[in-house]
């Protein structure tokens, strides 16, 4: 049994959208899949849209509300079969209508809770699930839609829930013995439901997360990710004209590769397969027949020096100074208590080994929340000057060399330090863990472009012939 899930790109037209229904039954033909699908490529940002409209009384919300319905008309009407399309456009209109309501109890209110905005932003994974199971039965192939919301619960922190596995597997096994073998299954992605039956959402892009918490569930032979690129590529290609697709990747490789800047998979996407020892591969529907990024278990890992180079962007650092360091534990207690209180994601922390200065590295996005508040918790010691001084650095980015061979390890950061060094990029902070196949460092936002096409250069140069000419128009 094999899950296979499509993102919003890979059903963006009708044209694509046929094109997913013949690769997942061709699919079924081999082997019994179950289908996970994402909501047509732009609306859910539509659906966003649309509840920031009518929760500030704006009845712009409406238009909106149409944009969505005729985009699904105009599926409706290229992948349904003709004699279907009046039922199909029956369920289309139940769903519309159920999404118009929400949407005007909202206006009506001007105010829309994390709850009920759940209910709606999942929408558009109802909908496009509902136009592939009727595209698949009017053309004569046994299909059946189930609702996620019975099978994944979720606790209640509406718009990024935390999965229960313990009963979401369950649930999943329980529904599992109970599936007729001739039919196509397709489940709705992105989508959950808490204790008390209210919907919840697993976060942007968390379709790729469904797929593998049914495929680690249920100790499927595979969960295949279609997407609208070749796999897991070897750089940004935005950034690294030359970036190649990786053959394989380990599942810590691919964790970090999500964690660190890579957007091909949800960051969440790997633990549950990684524990069943479930592979993931990475398929693009646009060019199908190319195959893709293999995610599983160690194997093979020596066969390159390094697998991908990423970066995350808009950084801040905030780093506080004491003058008496014996007040240190408490303060870091207290600081890690704030950004705790504060849900505020570290990227990275940096102490200073005689204590007096530790630097946090988090989103700039922040900065005001961040600064203001460590301030006026620390007021006392400011004023008794326990605490010098509490500076910020901002436009910051973390460079990531991911997937270093292991038996190379220190032979690697000397090159990554000699390119920085030959290209005269000065690194602010330089992260290496010696548990951890991944170097990160520190650059200047600037810079980051540059760097990531160096070091690009650097270990994936045998397969690079234009980076030099491409470097010298770049970055002059
Ligand atoms: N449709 C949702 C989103 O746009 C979930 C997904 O695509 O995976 O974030
Ligand atoms: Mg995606």
Redesign the pocket.
Known sequence: MKVIKF??TSIGTPDLFLRVAEIISGRFKKEFTIVVL??I?G???KLINAIEFSSSGNQKYIGILEEIKSIHYVFLSKVIAVNNQHQTKDQLDKLFSELENKLKGVFLLQECSDRISDSI??F??LLSSTLLVESLKSQGINSEFHNAKKLIRTNSNYGDADVSFSVTNQLLQEWYTGLNQNQIPAVN??TGSDENGYVT??????????ATIIGGALNASIVEIWTDVDGVLSADPKVVSSAITLNRLSYNEASSLAVLGGKVI?PKTIAPVEKQNVPISILNTFNPKVKGTFIGNADNQNDVEIKTITFLKNLLSISIYETESIYGQKIYARLFGLLAQLEIPIITIIKSANGQSMSIIVQSEFEHLFLEKIKSEFIPEIEKNFIGNINSRNNLSLVSVIGISQNVKSLIVRRIHDVLDNYGIHSLIFLDDPYSLNISFIVDAPEVEKTVNVLHEEFFGESITSVKESKAVNFG
């Open positions: 993102g919003g994402s909501a490529g609306i859910t940002d932003v999942t558009g994974e992605g992105f959402s697993l976060g942007r892009s968390g379709s790729d997360f469904t949800h």
